[in-house]
């Protein structure tokens, strides 16, 4: 689980010294390679645009003098193909996320005026075939598109839930404003956010067929309290959105909900034209919040609105994952490896993020044909 903590810059060492600190359960007498030095290792090769197994370690082996001279290993050695994998699988999650936050992480402020964060769930599809599916849970800021936490999880969809309930409570977002999807639309999850203080919008789906049907009934009979619309041109599609927010304070719902704070109803519809053939869509979603009703209606419909549409960022880093960094290509039948490998990945995207790059495939080149300033960059987040 990931607990984020404050990051002072000068109270820490440098990240790959910090390393060493993993807890390593081989027996002294057979160590070759230092945890310390393979794990750098392996980011630098992501960050230079490396994924797989065998093409990691041919990074680790066409680049070690340099990643000698820039880690201060001086004597590490070339782990083989075969060792590689299997020593990524004996390290331990939690320890180097924890590491990971401790240096670059983002502390969560309990502010109302916080930035919403998105909380979504993403298939690791290289294990499918193990028959163990392994999925990462993340937050990412929407502002920011900054990880503030992640968790692993095993199994099926449904296990996101408590994994999802867990992550909140331990890096304290349930006191945040979060949006979430329908997946997590249930009275004990919502009643965690709104006792502990924090806003919710979360979409209604047929997973709750009654609620979803109320909803329903007060966008076709009701007032709304404000509304926001908004229009865009891209991928050659014109996409007008009209967003409403009605009162749920009169709903009769179920008493399962009584602790949900449920009090707005939010009324998204957007019309897509896809402009080369003319085709038109239609599509009405609906989404309830715990937000209280506003003196200024139409801000709030636009904040709201602004959320629900703002929670594809953390989509949008799932695509970064999948294309950019090709995680979904990446097969393994280690449930650890894999997670080890997903972490590692996150971190090549938070410090992506802190080298302020616009472009990650271009940057990942960049890196890879200019190490010296890869490692201008490395040592300003004090990476190295």
Same mark, same amino acid.
């Given at each position: 689980?990931?607990?984020?903590?404050?990051?002072?810059?000068?109270?820490?060492? &440098?990240?790959?010294?910090?390393?060493?600190?993993?807890?390593?359960?081989?027996?002294?007498?057979?160590?070759?390679?230092?945890?310390?030095?393979? @794990?750098?290792?392996?980011?630098?090769?992501?960050? +230079?645009?490396?994924?797989?197994?065998?093409?990691?370690?041919?990074?680790?082996?066409?680049? #070690?003098? /340099?990643? !000698?001279?820039?880690?201060?290993?001086?004597?590490?050695?070339?782990?083989?193909?075969?060792?590689?994998?299997?020593?990524?699988?004996?390290?331990? /999650?939690?320890?180097?996320?924890?590491?990971?936050?401790?240096?670059?992480?983002?502390?969560?402020?309990?502010?109302?005026? $916080?930035?919403?964060?998105? #909380?979504?769930?993403?298939?690791?599809?290289?294990?499918?075939?193990?028959?163990?599916?392994?999925?990462?849970?993340?937050?990412?800021?929407?502002?920011? !598109?900054?990880? *503030?936490?992640?968790?692993?999880?095993?199994?099926?969809?449904?296990?996101?839930?408590?994994?999802?309930?867990?992550?909140?409570?331990?890096?304290?977002?349930?006191?945040?404003?979060?949006? *979430?999807?329908?997946?997590?639309?249930?009275?004990?999850?919502?009643?965690?956010?709104?006792?502990?203080?924090?806003?919710?919008?979360?979409?209604?789906?047929? &997973?709750?067929?009654?609620? =979803?049907?109320?909803?329903?009934?007060?966008?076709?009979?009701? @007032?709304? *309290?404000?509304?926001?619309?908004?229009?865009?041109?891209?991928?050659?599609?014109?996409?007008?959105?009209?967003?409403?927010?009605?009162?749920?304070?009169?709903?009769? =719902?179920?008493?399962? /909900?009584?602790? +949900?704070?449920?009090?707005?109803?939010?009324?998204?519809?957007? $019309?897509?034209?896809? =402009?080369?053939?003319?085709?038109?869509?239609?599509?009405?979603?609906?989404?309830?919040? &715990?937000?209280? !009703? +506003?003196?200024?209606?139409?801000?709030?419909?636009?904040?709201?609105?602004?959320?629900? !549409?703002?929670?594809?960022?953390?989509?949008?880093? $799932? /695509?970064?994952?999948? @294309?950019?960094?090709?995680?979904?290509?990446?097969?393994?039948?280690?449930?650890?490896?894999?997670?080890?490998?997903?972490?590692?990945?996150?971190?090549?995207?938070?410090? =992506?993020?802190?080298?302020? @790059?616009?472009?990650?495939?271009?940057?990942?080149?960049?890196?890879?044909?200019?190490?010296?300033?890869?490692?201008?960059?490395?040592?300003?987040?004090?990476?190295?």
């Amino acid at each position: 689980m990931s607990i984020n903590v404050v990051y002072v810059e000068t109270d820490v060492c &440098n990240f790959v010294e910090a390393l060493s600190q993993l807890p390593d359960d081989r027996d002294n007498r057979g160590k070759r390679h230092a945890l310390a030095f393979v @794990v750098t290792g392996v980011v630098l090769a992501i960050l +230079s645009g490396r994924s797989t197994v065998s093409s990691i370690f041919r990074y680790l082996r066409n680049r #070690i003098e /340099w990643l !000698r001279e820039v880690t201060q290993h001086p004597e590490a050695g070339v782990v083989s193909r075969a060792h590689l994998p299997r020593l990524l699988a004996r390290v331990d /999650w939690v320890e180097l996320n924890t590491l990971i936050d401790q240096h670059f992480g983002v502390q969560v402020e309990l502010s109302a005026t $916080h930035d919403w964060v998105a #909380i979504d769930g993403k298939v690791l599809r290289g294990t499918l075939a193990s028959g163990d599916k392994q999925s990462v849970v993340f937050a990412v800021s929407h502002a920011s !598109r900054t990880l *503030l936490a992640q968790a692993p999880m095993k199994g099926s969809k449904a296990s996101e839930i408590p994994v999802v309930r867990d992550l909140l409570k331990h890096s304290q977002l349930e006191a945040h404003k979060v949006t *979430l999807d329908a997946h997590h639309c249930n009275p004990t999850t919502t009643a965690q956010i709104h006792q502990a203080g924090g806003q919710y919008v979360i979409q209604v789906k047929e &997973n709750q067929p009654l609620l =979803l049907t109320q909803c329903q009934s007060v966008a076709a009979a009701a @007032v709304p *309290l404000g509304s926001h619309d908004a229009c865009e041109k891209s991928h050659g599609r014109l996409t007008t959105r009209e967003g409403q927010c009605f009162d749920m304070r009169a709903v009769s =719902l179920a008493p399962r /909900w009584s602790d +949900s704070g449920r009090h707005t109803l939010v009324v998204m519809t957007r $019309h897509t034209v896809t =402009l080369a053939t003319q085709k038109t869509t239609c599509e009405t979603a609906y989404d309830i919040s &715990n937000q209280a !009703r +506003s003196t200024d209606p139409h801000a709030q419909a636009m904040a709201l609105t602004g959320a629900i !549409r703002q929670h594809w960022h953390v989509e949008s880093d $799932h /695509w970064m994952r999948d @294309v950019t960094l090709h995680e979904d290509h990446i097969k393994t039948t280690s449930a650890n490896q894999a997670q080890i490998t997903g972490c590692l990945r996150s971190l090549a995207m938070r410090l =992506l993020r802190r080298f302020n @790059v616009k472009h990650f495939q271009e940057a990942l080149e960049d890196f890879a044909d200019c190490p010296s300033r890869f490692e201008a960059l490395l040592r300003r987040v004090k990476f190295l």
